[in-house]
T-cell receptor, first 114, second 114 residues
Framework: KNQVEQSPQSLIILEGKNCTLQCNYTVSPFSNLRWYKQDTGRGPVSLTI?????NTKSNGRYTATLDADTKQSSLHITASQLSDSASYIC?????????????FGAGTRLAVHP | GAVVSQHPSRVICKSGTSVKIECRSLDFQATTMFWYRQFPKQSLMLMAT?????????EQGVEKDKFLINHASLTLSTLTVTSAHPEDSSFYICSAKDRSYEQYFGPGTRLTVT
């Protein structure tokens, strides 16, 4: 079963526009939720990390929200730039095995067009 | 931030040969290192977890005799793909964890088996 689901699967927006990516998870208990940006052919780079007690966290033009009650998170990108074109991966840290195992979503592929 | 390197970044090998991929934490000591595999347009899948000086823990379905992992020091882990076949062609990514819960990802290694 897929414990971390992201939507949409892909998204095309025009440069300068905002967008919001969604993440629903069923992982429990969890330690933290992370958003990563992965450029094609590169490793993931951390954007935000939130514990279950945090509701929002920002990193420049990226703002992540977390609702631990509904098990939903979102990543909002403001004033998109061409360099934002990448895959955005939601990752939940699973504590059930006694250690921090990361559960990855399939990602949202964002394309920013001029 | 912490830096993790991988070498090589790309490798092409013939079917039946073995390939070694190195993962190094450059500015911190990694108590644990992880190896992931990523197929095109899919998310990262954990292959194994290795702790320095001990045997790696492999995920279900990953052949330990085919994917040999050595974590000889706190800054170096190696993944050897033995008797590689075309279906082993993939993007291999390592990550390293320090004493906190943060994982730092390497840039990945593109393996192509011909």
């Amino acid at each position: 079963k897929n414990q971390v689901e992201q939507s949409p699967q892909s998204l095309i927006i025009l440069e300068g526009k905002n967008c919001t990516l969604q993440c629903n998870y069923t992982v429990s208990p969890f330690s933290n939720l992370r958003w990563y940006k992965q450029d094609t052919g590169r490793g993931p780079v951390s954007l935000t990390i939130m514990t279950f007690s945090e509701n929002t966290k920002s990193n420049g033009r990226y703002t992540a929200t977390l609702d631990a009650d509904t098990k939903q998170s979102s990543l909002h990108i403001t004033a998109s730039q061409l360099s934002d074109s990448a895959s955005y991966i939601c990752v939940v840290s699973d504590l059930s095995g006694g250690y921090n195992k990361l559960i990855f979503g399939a990602g949202t592929r964002l394309a920013v067009h001029p | 931030g912490a830096v993790v390197s991988q070498h090589p970044s790309r490798v092409i090998c013939k079917s039946g040969t073995s390939v070694k991929i190195e993962c190094r934490s450059l500015d911190f000591q990694a108590t644990t290192m992880f190896w992931y595999r990523q197929f095109p347009k899919q998310s990262l899948m954990l292959m194994a977890t290795s702790n320095e000086g001990s045997k790696a823990t492999y995920e279900q379905g990953v052949e330990k005799d085919k994917f040999l992992i050595n974590h000889a020091s706190l800054t170096l882990s190696t993944l050897t793909v033995t008797s590689a076949h075309p279906e082993d062609s993939s993007f291999y990514i390592c990550s390293a964890k320090d004493r906190s819960y943060e994982q730092y990802f390497g840039p990945g290694t593109r393996l192509t088996v011909t």
